[in-house]
């Protein structure tokens, strides 16, 4: 089958066979080469980055406008999470983790969702973080901002 | 004893009978294998490996010490030097710049051995830049691989370090999150 094509006889006046056999040895030999080499350059984890910036520092350039509105700064702190949009605070939200130890941050995306709602131009936000704060929760924080279309996140530390 | 040719053979007895002593054509020794299904299956592998493809290689040398937080509004991770910040210690380009103990004992702003080597960094590439008339090339790229469980007292210096030593444009490297919310396997973890 596998032996090359068969073309039958070759016989004089004798009638040649239709059914041909392709050889698949190269094909496999190619087939193993690109699997070797594509097993050995895969990359099995799925990476991706939050860009964030210092306070003071923006992830985008920024020109300050006079007539833009303050961007909303969020306190992170072990037990709860302060929203406040220029001079208003919206209620503080306690911190609650699930069994596998993720934030549940349904409030925090509704009260961002109400800013944005407020100021749609607005896309900075400012996350002043204690020092207690565990890296993954801030994460999550970024994460859910960017979700909440802020894109342009900016960590400090919170003033203590 | 002789070697015979696969088939059935009967017995001396009919042996001679017309009947079942003589075959009607000899069997061929010959044997072909059925690739078919082997091809098959290559050719599923392959497009399933060429789907998984990543063309930009590996970025980030995963470590068993950093276990990486979730995230699901991520861009795509870019080549730029890599701060490492385990639950120990805090790495740059394998040197070890710091004890995550005493980085949190100390009162600093910043990381002095981190700030330092990020220097020596920029100006290695500018050098490099330079020679090859490629000014403007730095952009400030800094990835921060950090594990989850770090505090962010200790974020806090090493991104104050990056920013210090011109390294302003910070990334945090996250896990993709699945759409579930459930963690994907890591079947490839490297040290």
Same mark, same amino acid.
């Given at each position: 089958?596998?032996?090359?094509?068969?073309?039958?006889?070759?016989?004089?006046?004798?009638?040649?066979?239709?059914?041909?056999? $392709?050889?698949?040895? *190269?094909?496999?030999?190619?087939?193993? #080469?690109?699997?070797?080499?594509? @097993? %050995?350059?895969?990359?099995?984890?799925?990476?991706?980055?939050?860009?964030?910036?210092?306070?003071?520092q923006?992830? /985008?350039e920024?020109?300050?406008?006079?007539?833009?509105?303050?961007? *909303?700064?969020?306190?992170?702190?072990?037990?709860?999470?302060?929203? !406040?949009?220029?001079?208003?605070?919206?209620?503080?939200?306690?911190?609650?983790?699930?069994?596998?130890?993720?934030?549940?941050?349904?409030?925090?995306?509704?009260?961002?969702?109400?800013?944005?709602?407020?100021?749609?131009? /607005?896309?900075?936000?400012?996350?002043?973080?204690?020092?207690?704060?565990?890296?993954?929760?801030?994460?999550?924080?970024?994460?859910?901002? $960017?979700?909440?279309?802020?894109?342009?996140?900016?960590?400090? *530390?919170?003033?203590? | 004893?002789? @070697?015979?040719?696969?088939?059935?053979?009967?017995?001396?007895?009919?042996?001679?009978?017309?009947?079942?002593?003589?075959?009607?054509?000899?069997? !061929?020794?010959?044997?072909?294998?059925?690739?078919?299904?082997? =091809?098959?299956?290559? #050719?599923?592998? =392959?497009?399933?490996?060429?789907?998984?493809?990543?063309?930009?290689?590996?970025i980030?040398?995963? !470590?068993?010490?950093?276990?990486? *937080?979730?995230?699901?509004?991520?861009?795509?991770?870019q080549i730029a030097p890599v701060v490492?910040?385990?639950?120990? /210690?805090?790495?740059v380009s394998g040197t070890?710049v710091?004890? =995550?103990?005493?980085?949190?004992?100390?009162?600093?702003?910043n @990381?002095p051995a981190l700030e330092e080597k990020l220097r020596d960094m920029k100006k290695q590439f500018e050098d490099l830049h330079n020679a090859a008339n490629d000014s403007g090339a730095f952009k400030g790229d800094v990835n @921060?691989?950090?594990?989850?469980?770090? /505090?962010?007292? $200790?974020?806090?210096?090493? %991104?104050f370090s990056c920013a210090a030593a011109g390294y302003g444009n910070i990334a945090?490297?996250?896990?993709?999150?699945?759409?579930?919310?459930?963690?994907?396997?890591?079947?490839?973890?490297?040290?």
């Open positions: 089958m596998a032996g090359g094509m068969d073309l039958g006889g070759g016989g004089k006046g004798g009638k040649k066979p239709l059914d041909t056999n $392709i050889n698949l040895v *190269p094909f496999i030999d190619l087939m193993a #080469v690109t699997i070797v080499f594509l @097993i %050995m350059t895969a990359v099995w984890t799925q990476l991706g980055r939050l860009q964030v910036s210092q306070s003071g923006s992830a /985008q920024e020109q300050p406008q006079e007539n833009k509105p303050p961007p *909303p700064s969020l306190l992170i702190t072990e037990k709860e999470l302060k929203l !406040s949009v220029g001079g208003l605070q919206y209620d503080p939200i306690p911190i609650v983790k699930d069994e596998k130890g993720r934030l549940d941050l349904k409030k925090l995306l509704e009260n961002l969702g109400k800013v944005k709602t407020e100021q749609p131009d /607005q896309a900075s936000i400012t996350l002043q973080t204690e020092d207690n704060v565990l890296y993954e929760d801030l994460v999550r924080i970024i994460d859910a901002c $960017i979700g909440a279309q802020f894109p342009s996140v900016s960590v400090s *530390p919170a003033s203590s | 004893m002789a @070697i015979e040719a696969p088939g059935k053979r009967y017995g001396k007895r009919l042996q001679h009978s017309k009947v079942f002593g003589h075959p009607h054509g000899a069997k !061929s020794v010959n044997a072909d294998l059925n690739v078919t299904p082997l =091809v098959d299956m290559f #050719v599923i592998l =392959v497009l399933f490996l060429i789907a998984n493809f990543s063309a930009t290689g590996e980030l040398s995963m !470590s068993k010490d950093i276990e990486l *937080p979730e995230a699901s509004n991520t861009d795509e991770l490492q910040v385990s639950k120990d /210690q805090v790495i070890s710091g004890r =995550v103990d005493d980085l949190t004992r100390e009162d600093y702003l @990381i @921060i691989q950090a594990d989850k469980k770090v /505090q962010f007292r $200790i974020i806090k210096r090493v %991104m945090f490297a996250t896990m993709a999150a699945s759409q579930q919310g459930e963690k994907k396997p890591e079947t490839a973890s490297r040290e």
